[in-house]
């Protein structure tokens, strides 16, 4: 047997591997559309326009914004994280966009949920529904770029879904004043409507510190239109009921079943009841109908969405209403809606859940002036409801006292603008139902007889100060639909923001007190803020771990300023030396690496760097230090400095930085170009000895702590850090830049180039593609010198990654690449995700979670699938017929079951404890190390296979790829299905699951048989 070929078994599982093409390749056109039709994943053109019984009852997730961990990684990475963000000045509620997008794209879903829930208590509502291609979206610089912009709704989306199943409680921010034995902060404060506007005052006004709040609704469940109006699929009940759980969290009391009305609550009895201020978030209650309508109601088949809504909301909305409710029976029937709004379209979505054979969107303008955003139209039209413009109702078809069809006129736009209606264009639609959804106002004399003695405009809305919410009546307030401005929920949710403010100014301004011109509303705190990640190191207490090395980020004092403002625990200064010593940098000198993707932009995976050291003179940086130690004592500044190899030089410098006032010492051992052919740098840095005798200088020299900065360029780092020790260092800074050239263009011109003869050097590679070399580094020194301090640097982007160094040695943090791909607010990120990480190892319930990341569920598109397979027993995929399978499957189970009985209510409360102590960092340095070992520690007794999810499955055949020719050809690949399988032959390798695309679709699983080894010949 030929050992160079493959066996016939490998042959045959080889069958549709890549091969190299030696001639052209022709198909038949008519076998191509046969095989067109077999792997079609997206909608096939013209299909019937009656929609068969597939959405019965199914109210699943159709956005298709909704994102996974990895839909949500991806779509981050693309965030340029701009300056003075068009998105965020294009939320009303003013979101800070890209800093929740840095933190998902860090894996801290914490900070990027308490960077939303900040400024928008209902922040995982408004990621479900806000109309994000006219607000935010619509203000993305990558419109601008081929690949387009931002999914920023399904980010907001992913990130506050991920806080809510950590199941934490919100918590007012213990540094606030204690506020609650001042009388103005025990006003009662009544919200009438339990809707979005009320839910966010009342959380404000709870921050603030108001211990009196109460919310009254007038049903017998939360939420408002959110909950009654907006359907299953596109905002769940649960969402909303996490959202009021938040906000009752602080405090705030809800009594439902409280109505506005002359029989119910007044604002003057409220008055008389002790409320101090009331704001008022009760919409708009009354639906607008046409005249043509006038004496038919549900017994007819003519319902308005105010009705209609409600009524599919309370069958299909688990834990929104105890009545066990049906669904309206729709089936087999034709439904006209009237209407161009996203009402519109959710009361034509919902007609088809409730049976409806066709649904017919009516409206009287042109597709031009729909007023629904382009997601909502889109749905419907994916649907296959059917839109009818330029058509206005004029008469109602009724036949024994049941609507059977609905005649319409013509409308045109004339010279003058104007919509008219031209007669003798006459159209009837034969229908069964027919729902309006032409708006909605207050026209209920009860409702308004119960808010006197308010001021009414023309429209019938109370008159509104729109920058302060206040009404005619200064102890009251209004928004939402009411106020009528708000026209989304979002902005309804800013209009409560507003008004909380003002109702804070309100109460206080009662009892003499005065309040900021400038709103200034407290964050969202929950317990993990109150984690404390400060460290003892080298005697030196350090605020956080998180500190800028010395590099490009600290090249003036005026940047490291900004940085403690910002939250760095410490800065390393740019290096500097003796005035003998100066250096003129070249240009170009800093360029992006090329060791990922081709990515443009920040994301950058390395940098490549020939700059040397400061250009400033040592008294401009001894000058810098004293003036930062002098505004921020709590903060440590670090001063770096270099030397040649001279006692006298390291003496000298080392004393006049520590008569500056620095904390401590970085001493730059290990620069890579440049300074070491100055016998500078890496010059000392890769010679023991040459280390060993400039620290024994500088302890001589100095009290304060120093900590000599490695060079990762030396066979043997761990030699380099015990001379350092011996020499008195208090610790080592692991590690420096490793030497590199990042590469060459086609022209053989190497980059950067300079100079007009294109000359380039050795430079120093930095960023994500050295953190392998830095770990690797960090755990080393910290195996063989247990518990040494160590600053570790090299590729930290991350609280993920930071708690990574951690764990292998580290004690401190230095940052430099991750800034330059975006800012010094990074820190913001870490500080919050390093909380989150320690604080969630503390939750038994949360043991499962690999950091801030819960279990992968079985997804497709983001959304849950369930397992199904076919009348032989296999899986199914997702294309062609297996698709249209799969479809009929889940329509015949879902027409079969109530969507009541489809799923449970979620709980959210209680909130989960903490069942053990937070651990300290000190406590978590080095938990790592005694994993890590040399090779022969490791157990080849103990093997793995893998393991393929075929539901998680996208059919790539990356692993079968992967495996051929990079494994042990040991998965097969279907013809027919494209699924993988994993044969007996799998030796546990793990390339399937390094080059899967889908996160957790592969898993090592221990192997229930005796590991043999293929020797390919028999040994001797």
Known sequence: ?????????????????????????????????????????????????????????????????????????????????????????????????????????????????????????????????????????????????????????????????????????????????????????????????????????????????????????????????????????????????????LMKDLGVKVETGRAMGVNGLT??????????????????????????FKG??????????????????????????????????????????????DTAMDCATSALRCGAKRVFIVFRKGFNNIRAVPEEMEAAKKERCEFLPFLS?????????????????????????????????VVSLKCNYVISAFGSGLSDEGVRNAMAPLKFDKWSLPVVN??????????????????????????????????????????????????????????????????????????????NPFGLASATPTTSAPMIRRAFEAGWGFAVTKTYGLDKDLVTNVSPRIVPGKTADPTFGPGRSSFLNIELISEKTSQYWCDSITELKKDFKENIVIASIMCAYNEKDWTNLAKKSEAAGADALELNLSCPHGMGERGMGLACGQDPEMVLNICRWVRAAVEIPFFAKLTPNVTDIVNIAKAAHEGGADGVTATNTVSGLMGVQSSSIAWPAVGKEQRTTDGGVSGNAIRP???????????????????????????????????????????????????????????????????????????????QSKPTPRHQLGKPVQPLKDSAGK??????????????????????????????????????????????????IGRSLSKIGTYGELSNQEQVVALIDEDMCINCGKCYMGCNDSGYQAITFDPKTHLPHVTDDCTGCTICLAVCPIIDCIRMVDRTTPYVPNRGVPPQ
């Not at 990558?142 to 918590?171: C, H, T, W």
């Not at 101090?276 to 607008?288: D, Q, R, S, Y």
């Not at 990074?826 to 979670?849: C, F, N, P, R, T």
């Open 773 to 851: 070399i830095a770990l690797r580094a960090v755990s080393a020194i910290g195996r063989k010198l247990p518990g040494y301090p160590i600053l570790a640097t090299g590729g930290i982007d991350s609280a993920d990654v930071g708690l990574q160094f951690l764990h292998c040695g580290a004690h401190l943090l230095e940052v430099c690449s991750a800034i330059q791909n975006q800012d010094f607010t990074l820190v913001d990120d870490y500080i919050s995700g390093l909380k989150a990480l320690l604080y969630i190892q503390s939750i038994q319930e949360l043991s499962s979670w690999d950091g």
């Open 1 to 245: 047997m030929a050992l160079s070929k493959d066996v016939p078994d490998i042959e045959n599982l080889l069958e549709l591997h890549p091969r190299v093409k030696p001639t052209a390749s022709v198909v038949a056109t008519e076998d191509t559309v046969k095989a067109r039709k077999h792997w079609k994943r997206n909608d096939k053109k013209g299909c019937p326009t009656c929609v068969p019984e597939s959405l019965l009852n199914n109210f699943d997730d159709i956005k298709h914004t909704t994102l996974s961990e990895r839909g949500a990684l991806r779509e981050a990475s693309r965030c340029l994280k701009c300056a003075d963000a068009p998105c965020q000045k294009s939320c009303p509620t003013q979101l800070d966009i890209k800093s929740f997008i840095t933190s998902i794209g860090n894996k801290n879903y914490y900070g990027a949920a308490k960077a939303i829930l900040s400024d928008n208590p209902l922040g995982l509502t408004c990621g479900m529904v806000c109309p994000t291609s006219d607000l935010c979206v619509g203000g993305c610089n990558l419109y601008a770029s081929e690949e387009g912009p931002i999914n920023i709704g399904g980010l907001q989306q992913f990130a506050v879904e991920a806080f809510k199943d950590m199941r934490l409680a919100q918590v007012r921010d213990p540094s606030l004043p204690d506020v609650s034995d001042i009388e103005s902060y025990q006003s009662k404060v009544a919200l009438v409507g339990c809707g979005p506007a009320s839910i966010s005052c009342a959380s404000f006004l709870a921050r603030l510190g108001y211990s009196n709040v109460t919310v009254f609704e007038k049903e017998d469940y939360v939420g408002g239109l959110s909950s009654s109006e907006i359907p299953q699929f596109r905002l769940p009940f649960d969402v909303v009921s996490f959202e009021v759980e």
């Open 875 to 924: 899986s199914l995929p997702r294309f062609g017929e297996f698709a249209k399978e799969r479809q009929k499957l889940i329509a015949e189970e879902k027409a079969g079951k109530a969507p009541l009985e489809q799923a449970k209510p979620e709980v959210h409360r209680p909130a989960y404890p903490a069942s053990q102590k937070v651990m300290t960092l000190e406590e978590l």
């Open 393 to 425: 109702p004029r008469k109602v078809i009724v036949k024994g006292s049941r609507i059977t069809g609905l005649r319409l006129c013509r409308t045109e736009q004339n010279d003058d603008g104007e919509w008219i209606e031209d007669e003798d264009q």
């Open 267 to 292: 604002l003057q009895g409220l008055k008389k009841d002790g409320y101090e201020a009331v704001f008022v978030g009760i919409g708009l209650p009354n639906p607008k109908c046409s005249p043509v």
């Open 296 to 341: 038919l109601d549900e017994s007819h088949g003519f319902l308005t969405s105010k009705n209609y809504l409600p009524s599919v909301a309370n069958a299909s909305k688990p834990g929104m209403c105890s009545c066990k409710a049906t669904m309206p029976d729709m089936r087999g029937s034709n439904v006209i809606v009237l209407g161009a709004g």
């Open 466 to 543: 729109n920058q302060t919410m206040q009404t005619s009546e200064p102890w009251v307030f209004c928004g939402g639909d009411l106020a009528g401005i708000a026209q989304t929920t979002v902005e309804a949710v800013n209009d409560g923001k507003q008004a909380a403010w003002n109702v804070h100014a309100y109460l206080q301004s009662l009892h003499g007190l005065a309040v900021p011109k400038e709103p200034q509303l407290p964050k969202f705190y929950t317990s993990i803020d109150e984690v404390d990640i400060s460290i003892k190191v080298a005697g030196i207490r350090f605020p």
